[in-house]
């Protein structure tokens, strides 16, 4: 088992920055590749950005390319998520997720509780 803890999420105004971090504890960190998710009022959950176990690839959608970075550091169990130049539509309870390269991107193995970011315009 993994348990996820997302912090970091906040009020910013648009064109602004926040840092996502998502502590893990359980089994060792690096077996997992990790991934952030979103989902925004009304809408289905969607991948956001993913790393894979030793921080080598990133995997990112097309709406947050070039503002976002995913990071990891194993030696902390943790993963991050810096978002820059934010928009409205990035509103949205943000969740990190555990699992493979292959399949984090869709079904993750493990979810935190999600962190709450809201971008006023």
């Known amino acids: 088992q993994v348990q996820l803890a997302e912090s970091g999420g906040g009020l910013v105004q648009a064109g602004g920055s926040l840092r996502l971090s998502c502590a893990a504890s359980g089994r060792p960190f690096s077996l997992y590749s990790m991934g952030w998710f979103r989902q925004a009022p009304g809408k289905e959950r969607e991948f956001v950005a993913a790393?894979?176990?030793?921080?080598?690839?990133?995997y990112y959608i097309d709406s947050v390319k070039g503002r976002f970075i995913i990071s990891r550091d194993n030696a902390k169990n943790t993963v991050n998520l810096q978002m820059n130049s934010l928009k409205p539509e990035d509103t949205a309870v943000y969740y990190c997720?555990?699992?493979?390269?292959?399949?984090?991107?869709?079904?993750?193995?493990?979810w935190g509780q999600g962190t709450q970011v809201t971008v006023s315009s």
């Open positions: 997720a555990a699992g493979d390269w292959g399949t984090v991107v869709k079904t993750p193995d493990y």
């Open positions: 790393i894979n176990r030793y921080g080598g690839s990133t």
